[in-house]
């Protein structure tokens, strides 16, 4: 029997006569990633997951998504830098007096601008 997945869900009135293979394809939701580590970084895995108890599968995922929002962060400050770079912006101190010369020219904008009343 070689039937296709479209052909099999035509044929089938529900679950129960689907053949099995059909069902995992129609369930699965994740992929199958095979991955090779070092022997230490493995045993470590496995120790980290075993004292989270959490699975393998979902100990790679959170370091996947750590590892992605680090790099989201390496982003943003490479732009904050170049920003800085671009204001000439060396010390804290910069950010500070850049900060109170913007807040005193909107001070002076404010005042000057007709009050409505």
Not at 7 to 31: G, H, N, W
Not at 101 to 114: A, G, I, T
Request: glycine fraction near 2%; charge should be neutral; aromatic fraction near 6%.
């Amino acid at each position: 029997m070689t039937e296709t997945l479209p052909q099999a869900l035509e044929c089938a009135a529900d679950l129960q006569t689907l053949p099995y293979f059909v069902i995992l394809s129609i369930m699965r939701t994740t992929k199958i990633v095979s991955i090779t580590l070092p022997p230490p970084l493995f045993e470590q895995a496995i120790a980290l997951a075993k004292e989270e108890n959490r699975t393998m599968s979902e100990l790679m995922r959170e370091a996947l998504r750590r590892y992605q929002r680090e790099r989201e962060w390496e982003q943003i400050r490479a732009y904050g830098a170049k920003a800085a770079e671009m204001a000439g912006v060396k010390t804290e101190e910069d950010v500070v007096n850049l900060i109170h010369e913007l807040r005193k020219e909107q001070r002076s904008k404010q005042s000057k601008s007709p009050q409505e009343g």
